[in-house]
Every structure is written in structure tokens, then in C-alpha cells.
């Protein structure tokens, strides 16, 4: 009987955004990216939903969030490509979880450890993980040498996003990876390049798989278009119930730093979520909320565990369900609203929510 | 290369305990109320409170009514004072007349319903009426404070209610704003008092005020930040308090690559390096807790030495520019600590990402393991 902020994760919704997608890159595999608690949707539920849906890989970062995968009961593929200097690759081999690796060390750890096949990764420019192109011949032989026992199943890179002209860069040098690799009688099942944003606007960046992450959740990768323009839907919904009304004369302060004075007598509503939970400090006096179908101020500051709204003369009471963002076709605002409100991308809006929040699956 | 880790969060508890003693044996006779709210600012309230126990704390705040039933549910610190008072509207007043949780309560309904459980239950509703001094979020207005005293004053001549407490929180917007909520504070004290009310604890300050006005403190103040070694008042560090910051975010090189002047770095290329230099791959980014508005140049600390992040922190990993340096894989890498290695504190930290230090504290993400120093033998 706790009245904290919920999140509601509709899986319908990512089941019908897997369905877009795949066909949108059809007859491409597609791997939709879970880590970071699925974009904070929470990665057991979002990844069964997405399985479900015909997802045909999952993603994560590193090695601990597939482990927890396969814990929650997930049996499909899985690609890990962030480990830790040194990591063995054991528990990748006892738990089928194929990792990514981007040197001939973690190479050599995955096929002493026996993982059942690796995907190699190479940078072709944004200058994160993967080899670069001069360590790409001693990378690929040593790969080639070590493939009876290892298959190389894949080469992945990822794209900066930086504009179309130095993503085709990126595509041109991921193409010379692929020739490097045929030159070592090498011809990985699963080239993929592409993640969401690229995934739906350049299809000269779609290989074999396209990774999906943003797009997946039903939020756009892009500023200027929307998930519904895609024809995806935002499947997660942060709400609060109002835990106090206030009637404030007009000229006194708000919340902490009193940066909200308002100018007439106006009624004030608490929700009891704050940065806490997730939610960035910098939407403070910024950001909107909608209770029904009327939108609201967040105003002063946003503290740790509450914030406030300004609902002026209208009749909310103790107990009004408050919803932060959600799905805008609903009348919410978005996680791109907040996103623009706290001045930072939607990504972040959604995978910086506590993992302590109850989540909630439809 | 060396064997390491992803990242971590580095919970130093004796140096937790040593400013809560510090504080305590400061502020004596006042008691301390260490706040544990938000998971103990993420640090882990289950760890946290016994540690805080051998303090010689005894009253703890969590904000909500849940995490309190939890703590009492398992037995933890069952010598000690719960107290929660951002409630929901049909929060669980039985739970918290069973488990003996002192509630804050703002509101007549607030208080005949927890009033009403405890009448059920044949006991008593521990009580501390919450006063809007300013802040406009919980608390009695004073215009309806006389009636909400009186019916408390009623409520505990029936025995079903005792005044443990009266509170406010204050707004810390300027001293003049802070003083003139203790007036507010102290005129309703008054009148409680010649409404037939006393109250065991009365409290109003937390951490900052409760350093710089002794005045304030009445009875109880609650510590927050300054427990966890992050004081918040402007130009105050924590070693100027006696204070240890007990939170250390880290994490490990996962490779490094020399890259030819030009080579654009992460995301839109927001950076491009001006020489051939060498980058570092760390592996923790803003699902971590790591703010994007770290990407603009804040620096980590390697080996003693101050690195620039370059590019955009990704929702994973970042990049730092190491230059020519000989930094390896699995080198460690201090976003922030205590400052004893030549790294940032989380103060220097959250100023540096336009924020403040509890944000920042709070809202390290569960992806990161917490590891304890300094457990009591």
C-alpha cells in the first residue's frame, strides 16, 4: 500500500514497436538493446515482451545484465559487448551468452573459455570500443586462426550518428572490415552497423541485424521527428499520486529556494517523486505534467523525493493520479518533453529511473 | 594489463560513522536524526542505519512510510525512532501504529486516520504535527493550525495519540527567509502550547541551518548531506566541518587507443582530438549516474593525475584524453571521492555537472555495485 511514483510499462506497446521495426529492415534479423534495465523499463519483463514479438537477438552492455537475463528465464541470443579488463569469459561460456570482443585478448580469453561463437568488434570511427583499422589484420588472423574452435558469428561497429556523410564513412570502412574478414575465409552470418537511428533512415547502413534501443521503447532517436511519425508507441508511463493540496497567496516562495513565487493566489499540488527517483533536477520550474487531460507546471525546485505543480483555480484532490510523461496519443507529455525541458536527449529520461521504482507491466 | 572491474561505488562506513558521532557529540544534548531517505542517498539504507546505530544515532527519517515498515519487518534497529511524513493518501497507518513508526502528519485527515488505526489496534499513533513554515509542501498552514492542535490534543486526551513531535522544513532560499520561517515556527509552538499541547521533539532544521544556528535546533536535528560527508552550504567544504565524504564512484580502463589529430570522439563528434593523442575507454556513463553535462572537459582522476572527458558520456561509457601518457587497461579510474587520491570531490563533482551534490549521490544507478569499507569489526 505504498503511494509512491509508479512506472507502467505497456508491453503490448513494445511488442508493436518489434513488429514495425522488423518490418521496416525485413528480411534483416533485429536485436533490440536491453541494458540499463532496458531503457528503465526493466529488462526481464521488456526482453520477454520483445522475444515474444519476434525480437530475434537481445543486446546489453556488459556481461552482469545478460546474466541476469538468462536468471529472469531468457533463453534467446544474447550479445554482450563492454567487459571488464581481464574478464574470463566463464560465465559467458556456462550461461550461452555470446560476447563482442575488440581485441585478440579477449579473443583468446573467449576461446580458452569456450564460449559457443563471438562477434568481433571494430571501430570504425566513433573511437569507443572495437579495433581499430591498424590492429584489424593481426585481429581478424588471429580470429581466423582460432575459428574451429571459435566461429566468428558476427562483425559489429557502431555509428556515431555525427551526419549522414561521416556515418557513410563509418559504412565505407565497416565494408572494408567485411572484405579484410572474406580475405581470411571468414563470412560472419551477422554484420550489423545500424542501430535505431540509423536502423530507420539509412538503409545503406543496414547489414545483416539492425540494432534497435530507443526506437524499441517507442521513443524517436531523432529531435525532429516523433516515435508516432514511425508509427511506434512510448510504452512507459511515469506517475505519482498528489499526496497534498495547498491554497498559496499570491507572492509567496515554493519549495526550496522559493524559485516559484506565484503572481496570483493559486492552488499547489505535491507529487511525491523527485531526482531521486530519476528525475532530472534541471526540469525544475521547466517541465510539464498532465492530471486527466489538463497539463501542469512543475514549479520550484524539483527536490529529492517531491515536486510540485501549480493547478491554479482547478478542483485536483488528494489521491489525483498525476502522470509525469507517457504516451502524448494519451495526452501526456513525452520523455521527449522532459528531456527537452531538462535540457538533455530522451535516452536519458527514461534509462536514469531508479531501479528501486515499482514497475508496473500491462 | 591488469585484471579489474567495470565500476563501482565505494562506501566507506567507518568514515560514515565518524561524522555521525562527530555530529552527535557536536550537537549534544540535541538529538540527530540521520536521514536515509532515497535508499540512504543510494548508499544503502540496510547497511546504512545499523552502521549508524553504533553512531549513537537513534532517530532515522526515510521521507515514506514503506522503506520505515521495511527496516521494522526485518528487525533492524529496533532500538531506534522511524520517521516518515510525505504520506499517501491511503497510506498504511495500521503498519505504522503496529511497528511503532512516527509519523509526520499535515493534515485533520492525516491525523484521524492514523488517530483511527490506533484505536483499532487498542494503541497509541506516535505523532508530530508538521507545520508549513514557507515551503508550501507538507505541513499545517497557521491558519489552520489551531484547529488542527486542538483536535491532536483531543485525539491524545482519548490515548489514542502521543505528541512525540512538531516539525518544519525550512526553504533554505536566504537567512532572511530562513529566520523569518523559525518566527513562523516558533509563534505556532506557542500557540500549541496554549492550545494543552507539548511535544517531546521539536525540530525545524536540517543539515546546514542545524550547523550554523544553534538557535534552531530545538530539540532534534535532522542530518542529511553532512552524515554523508557532502555539506551542502555554499563555500563550506566537508573537511572544513571535520566531515569525510563517505561515497567514491570509480571505474576501470577498458582500452585505450592512440588516434591521428582529427579523429572525432563519441557521439556527433562534439570533440575532435587537435593532436594524435591517446584515448581511454571508461566504462560508465549516464545510466550510471554519470551526468551528460560531464561531457564539456570535467576531469577524472588516473594515477593521481586530472584526465578531461572528452566527447559526449554515453549511456555506458565515456572517453578521457590521456594525452601521451602511459595509461593501461585496468587502470582505475576516480570520477570522484574523497580527494585524498587528487580526484574530485562530489561536491567539486556536481558543480562542475550544474547540479548538487545529494543529486548526484542519488541518482547513481543500480548497475553499479556497491562495495563497503570499514565494516565494524
Not at chain 1, 77 to 83: E, G, N, Q, T, V
Not at chain 2, 175 to 204: I, N, P, Q, Y
Request: glycine share 10%; aromatic share 6%.
Amino acid at each position: 500500500m505504498t503511494q509512491d511514483a509508479i512506472i507502467t510499462v505497456d508491453t503490448a506497446a513494445l511488442r508493436h514497436n518489434v513488429g514495425v521495426l522488423r518490418a521496416a529492415v525485413a528480411p534483416r534479423a533485429v536485436m533490440v538493446v536491453v541494458k540499463a534495465d532496458a531503457y528503465g523499463h526493466g529488462a526481464v519483463e521488456s526482453a520477454k515482451a520483445f522475444v515474444e514479438a519476434g525480437a530475434d537477438w537481445l543486446g546489453v552492455a556488459d556481461l552482469d545484465e545478460a546474466l541476469a537475463l538468462r536468471r529472469g528465464g531468457l533463453t534467446a541470443p544474447i550479445l554482450a559487448w563492454l567487459h571488464a579488463p581481464g574478464e574470463s569469459f566463464e560465465a559467458a561460456a556456462a550461461h550461452d551468452i555470446t560476447p563482442a570482443v575488440s581485441d585478440v585478448a579477449q579473443l583468446e580469453a573467449a576461446a580458452s573459455a569456450g564460449v559457443r561463437a563471438v562477434h568481433l568488434c571494430v571501430d570504425t570511427g566513433l573511437s569507443r570500443n572495437g579495433a581499430v583499422e591498424a590492429e584489424w589484420p593481426a585481429f581478424f588472423r588471429r580470429a581466423a586462426e582460432l575459428a574451429d574452435r571459435l566461429p566468428v558469428e558476427g562483425l559489429m561497429s557502431h555509428l556515431s550518428n555525427a551526419s549522414p556523410e561521416e556515418d557513410g564513412k563509418q559504412a565505407a570502412a565497416f565494408v572494408r572490415a567485411r572484405g579484410l574478414l572474406g580475405d581470411l575465409g571468414i563470412d560472419p552470418e551477422l554484420s550489423h552497423l545500424a542501430a535505431s537511428a540509423a536502423g530507420l533512415s539509412y538503409s545503406g547502413t543496414r547489414f545483416g541485424l539492425v540494432r534497435f534501443g530507443l526506437a524499441a521503447y517507442g521513443i524517436s532517436p531523432f529531435g525532429g521527428r516523433t516515435a508516432a511519425e514511425w508509427g511506434l508507441r512510448p510504452a512507459l508511463t511515469l506517475s505519482a499520486p498528489v499526496t497534498t493540496i495547498k491554497r498559496v497567496p499570491a507572492g509567496e516562495g515554493v519549495s526550496y529556494g522559493y524559485l516559484f513565487r506565484p503572481e496570483r493566489d493559486t492552488t499547489i499540488a505535491v507529487v511525491p517523486v523527485g531526482y531521486a527517483d530519476g528525475v532530472d533536477r534541471a526540469a525544475s520550474d521547466r517541465a510539464s505534467v498532465t492530471i486527466g487531460r489538463r497539463t501542469y507546471r512543475v514549479r520550484g525546485r524539483i527536490a529529492m523525493n517531491a515536486l510540485v505543480i501549480d493547478v491554479g483555480d482547478d478542483p485536483v484532490e488528494v489521491g489525483d493520479d498525476v502522470v509525469l510523461f507517457g504516451d502524448p496519443a494519451s495526452g501526456h507529455q513525452s520523455a521527449e518533453d522532459w528531456a527537452t525541458a531538462s535540457g538533455g536527449i530522451a535516452y536519458e529520461t527514461v534509462a536514469c529511473l531508479s531501479g528501486a521504482l515499482t514497475r508496473r507491466y500491462l | 594489463m591488469s585484471a579489474g572491474y567495470l565500476r563501482r561505488a565505494t562506501v566507506d562506513l567507518a568514515a560514515y560513522r565518524a561524522n555521525l558521532s562527530s555530529l552527535v557529540e557536536r550537537l549534544a544534548p540535541v538529538e540527530v536524526l540521520a536521514i536515509v531517505k532515497a535508499d540512504a542517498y543510494s548508499n544503502g539504507i540496510d547497511v546504512m542505519v545499523p552502521e549508524a546505530v553504533a553512531a549513537g544515532v537513534r532517530w532515522f527519517g526515510t521521507v515514506e512510510l514503506a522503506p520505515a515498515l521495511r527496516l521494522r519487518r526485518a528487525g533492524v534497529a529496533l532500538e531506534a525512532s522511524f520517521f516518515a511524513w510525505q504520506l499517501g493518501p491511503d497510506d498504511d497507518y495500521a503498519g505504522a501504529v503496529e511497528h511503532r513508526v512516527d509519523l509526520g502528519v499535515s493534515t485533520l485527515e492525516q491525523l484521524e486516520a492514523f488517530a483511527d488505526a490506533a484505536r483499532r489496534a487498542g494503541s497509541e499513533a506516535l505523532v508530530h504535527l508538521t507545520i508549513d513554515t514557507g515551503l508550501h509542501r507538507e505541513g499545517c498552514l497557521p491558519a489552520d493550525w489551531a484547529e488542527f492542535v486542538s483536535r491532536a490534543v483531543a485525539l491524545r486526551d482519548e490515548g489514542v495519540v502521543r505528541l512525540r513531535g512538531a516539525f518544519s522544513h525550512v526553504s533554505e532560499t536566504s537567512e532572511a527567509d530562513d529566520h523569518a520561517a523559525s518566527v513562523v515556527f516558533r509563534k505556532a509552538l506557542a500557540d500549541a502550547e496554549g492550545l494543552g499541547a507539548t511535544f517531546e521533539k521539536r525540530h525545524m532544521s536540517s543539515s546546514s541551518a542545524g550547523m550554523e544556528h544553534p538557535e534552531r535546533r530545538f530539540d532534534m536535528v535532522r542530518m542529511g548531506s553532512n552524515g554523508y560527508g557532502i555539506p551542502v552550504t555554499e563555500g563550506v567544504t566537508a573537511s572544513d566541518r571535520g566531515l569525510r565524504p563517505v561515497l567514491t564512484l570509480s571505474a576501470c580502463v577498458v582500452r585505450v587507443k592512440r588516434v591521428p589529430a582529427g579523429t572525432g570522439v563519441s557521439y556527433d563528434y562534439t570533440y575532435r582530438a587537435e593532436r594524435d593523442t591517446t584515448l581511454a575507454l571508461v566504462p560508465i556513463g549516464y545510466a550510471d549516474g554519470v551526468s551528460r553535462r560531464a561531457q564539456h572537459g570535467v576531469e577524472v582522476t588516473v594515477r593521481g593525475r586530472r584526465y578531461p572527458i572528452v566527447g559526449r558520456v554515453a549511456m555506458d561509457q565515456f572517453l578521457i584524453d590521456v594525452g601521451d601518457d602511459p595509461i593501461e587497461v585496468g587502470d582505475e579510474v576516480l570520477l570522484f571521492g574523497s580527494g585524498d587520491g587528487g580526484e574530485l570531490t562530489i561536491g567539486e563533482w556536481a558543480e562542475a555537472t550544474g547540479t548538487i551534490p545529494e543529486e548526484v549521490s542519488c541518482r547513481i544507478g543500480a548497475r553499479v555495485p556497491r562495495v563497503y569499507l570499514g565494516r565494524r569489526a
